[in-house]
């Protein structure tokens, strides 16, 4: 009776976070060195549970910062920042490490075209935490569409895109 009784699990009851808030909250930590006053974003690219890489929104090493010299707008779009996607994806290549499987812990909403980038580079989820209309408008209508009637839920070349508030 007693080996029975050390067999059975005991149940968790500690308060720590989920995978999905830990990493999130390190991408929330990334966005503190955006260098654009108009988003603070940040990007956690992980797989199997480890840090391959982070970016934050800013200007190209040793150029100008938003926060300095203001904003370079094209289209009522900032265009002196890389977008925290694009940044994180970058410093994986730079240091060599790849990025097929891992999942993408974005503070907002991601525009379309690093949507695509990160699909492109092998990132198999996209989650984000917070909503970010502007970037939304960059999306196509009818993936917008399925987007908001899907519980913020989408699929792109068969990749899961989803607001993950947790």
Request: glycine fraction near 6%; hydrophobic fraction near 35%.
């Amino acid at each position: 009776m007693e080996q029975n009784q050390a067999n059975q699990q005991t149940p968790r009851t500690d308060a720590r976070k989920s995978w999905d808030r830990y990493f999130f909250d390190i991408a929330i930590l990334a966005s503190e060195r955006a260098t654009c006053d108009r988003l603070h974003a940040g990007c956690v690219l992980v797989r199997n549970r480890q840090i391959i890489s982070t970016g934050y929104n800013g200007s190209l090493s040793g150029e100008a910062h938003c926060d300095n010299a203001g904003h370079l707008l094209l289209d009522n779009h900032c265009i002196r920042t890389i977008h925290a996607e694009i940044n994180a994806i970058a410093s994986a290549a730079r240091n060599g490490s790849y990025t097929q499987g891992c999942t993408a812990y974005v503070t907002h909403y991601s525009c379309y075209s690093c949507i695509k980038a990160m699909i492109a580079a092998g990132i198999n989820r996209i989650l984000f935490d917070k909503t970010y209309t502007s970037a939304l408008k960059t999306w196509p209508i009818g993936m917008k569409k399925e987007f908001l009637e899907n519980i913020n839920t989408v699929y792109l070349a068969g990749v899961p895109i989803k607001l993950l508030q947790v």
